[in-house]
């Protein structure tokens, strides 16, 4: 469920608050526009009545046609013309008819007889819908005023929790920053204070992520160089105590071959069968354990050596290499981690994608001003499937680069296949 931001919550509540309190003022006004207009045409009805009696008790009906009309009264004389009417400076008809309803009051006629002599009545009449438009004139100008005002003010308020916000959006960048790996970003001061601490107990949490950070690699790069130290030392024992041994063997069978031994032929050949099957098995274990070319090549050559094999044994898949000039020599660590993701990226392609061309570009670059080494492996296979997530292999991958300090990543290419990305300090 979707809640809205908290700036269009602020501003919707605000909003139904004016709009409560609009609702209610203009109740009160009609209730006293009712009031008022009633209260001013019945006094203007008295007066025109007040002053009717005082012009008749001096004996001047005669001239009660030349009265100005009163506002709000109309004046019926029993003979001859009604009193010059005032102008009405209010149009009556621009109040709506539902308006003039509530507003303008019943007010019953008040008959006036002349004295003994003079023939007819006089009515007063009460005309209140003159001040009722008058009165809605005014709301509907107060109205208009209320709402600018409204506006204004929405507006305002908008700018000021947006000002408000801004620190809030700051710290939701640094955390996001954080939870993508960043832990270099910072939130700094805030001008506001309330959110000051908030502020400092991320930059806070961010140190100590990144000390977390820096102890977990060097850890993990303790235990890298120890397994490669292990491997190394495996390696180094299975070519200098399993080859020699191996040799004898060949020695021996060769001895007792020349001995001239027909009925030990068969055995022989066997022997000799078996030794070669255990030195092939030795070589592939020591090349699996560590590649023998680390200790005799240069990294471009020992990726050129790598390279030629995987071509040897893939005849039918082309395999294009570009290997930088000016390439860095790293150490062993950075050296058999390329190694690995060469061949686990090219395996992967062929075995998972199948890739008809890979493409291997290995070239310097700087990440954090610092000297380093960028593989990238592409291939135009079937992509990523759905729902992928990364083998043993791959998270291998992961953790030795980032035991180096490195960066590893595995994405779908936009026009097919895959791309492998590694990135590793030389200096880590």
Partial sequence: MTTGTLKGRILLWVGVVNALVFIAAGAVLLLNAKFAVRTEVLAARDSAVALIQSSLAAGAQTGLAGLAQPRHVRILLPDGPAPDAAPDIIDADAAPDWF????????????????????????????????????????????????????????????????????????????????????SA???????????PMARRIDALAETLAMEQQSRRQIAR??????????????????????????????AADAIARADLPEQKP??????SHVDSIRSIN??????????????????????????????LHRNVQIDLSVAPDLPQGGESIALTIYRAIQEGVTNALR????????????????????????????????????????????????????????FGVTDRPGGGVELGLLLPVAA
């Fill in 100 to 183: 003039l309803r509530w507003v303008a009051p019943e007010i019953a006629p008040v008959e006036i007889i002349p004295p003994q002599g003079a023939a007819g009545r006089i009515l007063v009449l009460a005309e209140p819908h003159d001040e009722a438009a008058e009165v809605w004139e005014d709301m509907t100008a107060l109205c208009v005023v209320w709402g600018l005002a409204a506006l204004v003010q929405m507006a305002l308020l908008a700018l000021i929790v947006g000002q408000a916000l801004r620190p809030l959006q700051r710290l939701n960048s640094v955390l996001g920053a954080l939870e993508a790996g960043d832990l």
């Fill in 186 to 196: 910072r939130a700094g001061g805030v001008g506001t204070a309330e959110l000051a």
């Fill in 222 to 251: 303790r235990l890298l160089d120890a397994r490669d130290s292990e491997r190394c030392q495996i390696a180094r024992d299975l070519h200098d105590e399993l080859g020699p041994r191996l040799f004898g063997l060949t020695v």
């Fill in 267 to 272: 055995h022989l050949d066997t022997i000799l």
């Fill in 283 to 312: 070589r592939r274990v020591m090349a699996a354990v560590r590649p023998v070319t680390l200790d005799r090549m240069a990294l471009p050559d020992v990726v050129r050596d790598l390279v030629g094999d995987l071509v040897d």
């Fill in 352 to 407: 998972h994608g199948g890739a008809g061309h890979v493409q291997i570009c290995l070239q310097r670059t700087l990440h954090d001003q610092k000297e380093a080494i960028r593989l990238v492996l592409r291939d135009d296979g079937r992509g990523l499937a759905q729902g992928w997530r990364k083998g043993s292999g791959l998270m291998g991958m992961g953790e030795r680069a980032e035991a180096i300090g490195g960066q």
